[in-house]
């Protein structure tokens, strides 16, 4: 980088985010050239204010080469096009250099039709909000000159705005349309069968109305009921669309590429997806594997902790296989790709996410329950209407027009958008915090939970050992043996020392220790056995022996640190009365020790996949709600299963794919979800209870014929308005 | 009031005309990055015209 203006500070300038770190790999794979011109997606994490903008805009125009760069602030997309030389991985240097986390980006299928589903929602919306202005222009006269009016003006006006509204009733209502055909086609009903129902007898009415030279014509309420209610439709697209971008982008910041050996020996980049079954694959010193494999050469520890929650490595060798979300620890090593839940691990763990997804499908959303309901209601009102008004000896032309009334001034605007805005709301104010929500029902389920169960490794604690014992001057000599090594605990080592020196002629040992040579004197590191110690101390984390040749061997202590607010934040839910467990796939000893710092009571340990699952399955026969959290793919099963779960950023793609929403930054987000899910649902009930009040008023006015196109206007537009603003409140309070 | 003749179309055009200009800013992806734009006013320009 050239321009030392960028290299004052790394990260966001406005203080709002950390720097974050990189996770990416070589990107080259993701490069997609036409015409000369090369051009790479990028997911940037971290930038969140205009500083960020210019900042990454202007030093990567700085590139030579580059053409074109453009940073989305909104969700967080870089684009950077150049002519020439790859440029791929100086881009993402570039970023990592000025503080930001960076991955290769591509949009998936349903991101793509997700988004042209929103945006021809969108340009739906903006017809029919032109439509309803311009009838609305026409009706407001026609209401303004009511007794003055002569009938052919009147006559003309009712037509022209006919005119209009066909063509956009059709453009426009086709979205409800379209799905009301398809449920009655299956034989169901939803709750798009009434409002198209209410569109269609509202505009032929209004024809013959207009036809016969009658007074009211209700093109206007059936252009506004049908701006209404898409306002609903897209926003409740948006959301989706919103939710499954952010679980896409927290999939991408883990790295997809692979070495591979081709077929002529050379190594090649590849995206994991472009990995056949039976390709030679290199994992590296310190790589995280995407993919399953079966070691063929190298020996090597492997820490295991996302795939079974053991938070000590362990040494793998030939014919062993390891799983995706593996990271090799000391050795390269070369491995045969596996084909997809081949092996019994993953095709179970494929089994319960099937089993927990069919479970959660059963929950009935608040919205759909309001809407069985009402739909009924609604109908019959209207039928009743009808008949009541023929029975009392009125023509039927007149009772015809009185049932419409009723069935246009009940038509669900503001049910439609009880929920969905709430929703929103809800969502976008969990954004700013780091939470990203997958799924908008989430919210209903999050708000009932009864009782927490955690993983421990990565979740309640860091997943990364910490010296806990002090040696000051043999801990500087260990540095300089662990400095050569990517075991976690010589991290843990190194990090406690400092930066210094490095021993000469070091030699890694994988699954013993490392060997290397100081002031003349040879040391060794590693398991007490190989460093040549008999009198193993009692510990309650992991150990590492220290020794020289002549001098004793000395025993450093580590464990696995909890997260820095886990205990502030187990208090919190212990206030609200929320029982709260542990369920680990990792040593007794480790998992007593954290449920002890905690204070909590009930935990076990050692537990496997299915049997995260089987306590599940307990706890929900007895008639808990449970929030599972949890981020190794041994608990993709039981986070599928639970009530609502949530997942850590640096989860398994599996596991943040089998729960509800991400979070990121501490434990006390846990808390703060529960609170807004907990508000949204409040909010919700409460709109759909105005819904309900707004009913209440509205039907006695339509029955009893009352019902002029002006009233239904007012009445519609204020509700929905009711509704809007109300959801608004999700905002207020709590927030910090 | 056989103004109106001449009034309806206009105002229908005029409507029409802020209907095109809405679908174009949907097409030419405006409402893409909201916050972006937001605080792309406050970048200073070191090139001004």
């Given at each position: 980088m050239t321009d030392t203006a960028f290299t004052v500070g790394t990260g966001c300038p406005s203080g709002l985010e950390p720097p974050a770190a990189s996770a990416a790999g070589d990107l080259s794979a993701f490069v997609r050239t036409k015409g000369g011109v090369s051009?790479?997606?990028?997911?940037?994490?971290?930038?969140?204010?205009?500083?960020?903008?210019?900042?990454?805009?202007?030093a990567l125009q700085a590139l030579p080469g580059v053409e074109q760069v453009r940073m989305n602030l909104s969700n967080g997309k870089l684009r950077v096009a150049w002519r020439g030389p790859d440029l791929a991985n100086s881009v993402a240097e570039c970023l990592t250099q000025l503080g930001y986390g960076v991955a290769a980006f591509s949009e998936d299928d349903t991101a793509k039709a997700r988004k042209s589903e929103e945006r021809q929602l969108l340009v739906a919306m903006g017809v029919a909000a032109f439509a309803l202005a311009n009838i609305m222009l026409l009706s407001v006269s026609v209401w303004g000159g009511h007794g003055e009016m002569g009938l052919q003006t009147r006559k003309a006006l009712h037509a022209i705005s006919g005119l209009i509204a066909f063509p956009v009733l059709i453009f426009s209502g086709r979205h409800f349309f379209q799905s009301a055909w398809a449920a009655l086609?299956?034989?169901?009903?939803?709750?798009?069968?009434?409002?198209?129902?209410?569109?269609?007898?509202a505009f032929g009415v209004s024809v013959w109305e207009t036809a016969s030279g009658g007074e009211h014509a209700y093109f206007d309420a059936s252009v506004m009921l049908l701006f209404f209610l898409l306002i609903g439709r897209f926003l409740d697209a948006r959301l989706r669309r919103q939710a499954h971008a952010a679980a896409h982008d927290l999939a991408a910041l883990q790295n997809r590429s692979v070495t591979r050996r081709s077929v002529t020996g050379t190594l090649e980049?590849?995206?994991?997806?472009?990995?056949?079954?039976?390709?030679?694959?290199?994992?590296?010193?310190?790589?995280?594997?995407?993919?399953?494999?079966?070691?063929?050469?190298?020996?090597?520890?492997?820490?295991?902790?996302?795939?079974?929650?053991?938070?000590?490595?362990?040494?793998?060798?030939?014919?062993?296989?390891?799983?995706?979300?593996?990271?090799?620890?000391?050795?390269?090593?070369?491995?045969?790709?596996?084909?997809?839940?081949?092996?019994?691990?993953?095709?179970?763990?494929?089994?319960?996410?099937?089993?927990g997804e069919q479970n959660r499908a059963r929950y009935r959303k608040i919205a759909d329950r309001a809407v069985s309901l009402y739909v009924p209601f609604v109908h019959t009102t209207a039928a009743l209407t009808l008949v009541a008004w023929l029975m009392l000896g009125a023509s039927p032309r007149e009772a015809i027009l009185v049932a419409v009334a009723t069935l246009i001034i009940t038509c669900p605007c503001a049910l439609a958008l009880a929920a969905p805005v709430a929703q929103v709301v809800a969502s976008g104010n969990l954004f700013k915090r780091g939470i990203f929500l997958r799924s908008g029902d989430a919210l209903e389920r999050l708000a009932e939970v009864d009782h927490i169960v955690f993983d421990k490794t990565g979740t309640l604690t860091l997943g990364t050992p910490r010296l806990v014992s002090h040696h000051g001057e043999e801990l500087a000599r260990a540095a300089c043996l662990a400095r050569a090594s990517r075991h976690p605990l010589s991290r843990a080592i190194v990090e406690a020392a400092g930066p210094g020196e490095l021993a000469d002629q070091i030699e890694e040992t994988p699954g013993l220790g490392v060997e290397g040579w100081i002031d003349e004197?040879?040391?060794?590191?590693?398991?007490?056995?190989?460093?040549?110690?008999?009198?193993?101390?009692?510990?309650?984390?992991?150990?590492?022996?220290?020794?020289?040749?002549?001098?004793?061997?000395?025993?450093?202590?580590?464990?696995?640190?909890?997260?820095?607010?886990?205990?502030?934040?187990?208090?919190?839910?212990?206030?609200?009365?929320?029982?709260?467990?542990?369920?680990?796939?990792?040593?007794?000893?480790?998992?007593?020790?954290?449920?002890?710092?905690?204070?909590?009571?009930?935990?076990?340990?050692?537990?496997?996949?299915?049997?995260?699952?089987?306590r599940l399955t307990t706890l929900r026969n007895q008639g808990k709600k449970v929030l599972m959290v949890g981020d190794g793919l041994n608990d993709a099963g039981a986070l599928a299963l639970a009530h609502a779960s949530l997942a850590p950023g640096g989860a398994m793609d599996v596991s943040q794919s089998a729960s509800d929403a991400v979070y990121s930054g501490g434990l006390s987000a846990i808390s703060s979800v529960l609170a807004v899910a907990k508000r949204t649902r409040g909010v919700m009930l409460q709109n759909f209870g105005l819904a309900a009040a707004y009913n209440l008023i509205a039907v006695p006015i339509a029955v009893t014929g009352h019902v002029t196109p002006l009233i239904a206007a007012i009445a519609m537009s204020a509700s929905s308005l009711i509704v809007t603003l109300n959801a608004l409140r999700i905002n207020q309070g709590g927030t910090q | 009031m056989t103004i109106i003749v001449y009034l309806i179309p206009v105002a229908l055009g005029l409507g029409l005309l802020g209907l095109i200009a809405f679908l174009w800013s949907v097409n030419s992806g405006q409402y893409e990055d909201l916050d972006g734009a937001a605080h792309r006013i406050l970048i200073d320009d070191d090139n001004p015209l």
């Open positions: 051009s790479l997606n990028l997911s940037v994490r971290g930038a969140k204010c205009g500083g960020c903008l210019s900042k990454i805009e202007a086609k299956h034989g169901h009903a939803n709750m798009d069968v009434p409002i198209s129902l209410a569109l269609i007898l980049t590849v995206r994991a997806e472009d990995v056949h079954r039976g390709d030679t694959i290199i994992l590296a010193a310190g790589e995280r594997a995407v993919i399953d494999m079966k070691i063929s050469t190298g020996i090597s520890s492997v820490d295991e902790s996302l795939v079974t929650g053991e938070s000590l490595p362990r040494t793998v060798q030939r014919g062993e296989t390891i799983y995706a979300g593996t990271i090799n620890l000391d050795q390269p090593m070369t491995g045969e790709a596996l084909g997809e839940a081949t092996d019994s691990l993953l095709s179970e763990i494929a089994g319960m996410l099937e089993a004197q040879r040391y060794r590191l590693g398991s007490a056995e190989w460093v040549g110690a008999e009198r193993a101390r009692e510990a309650d984390g992991p150990t590492l022996w220290f020794a020289s040749d002549q001098g004793d061997p000395i025993q450093f202590d580590f464990e696995d640190q909890l997260q820095a607010d886990a205990a502030a934040a187990l208090e919190g839910f212990e206030h609200t009365n929320v029982p709260v467990e542990i369920l680990s796939g990792d040593t007794e000893r480790a998992v007593s020790r954290v449920a002890d710092q905690l204070s909590i009571t009930t935990w076990r340990a050692k537990v496997s996949p299915q049997g995260k699952v089987d | -």
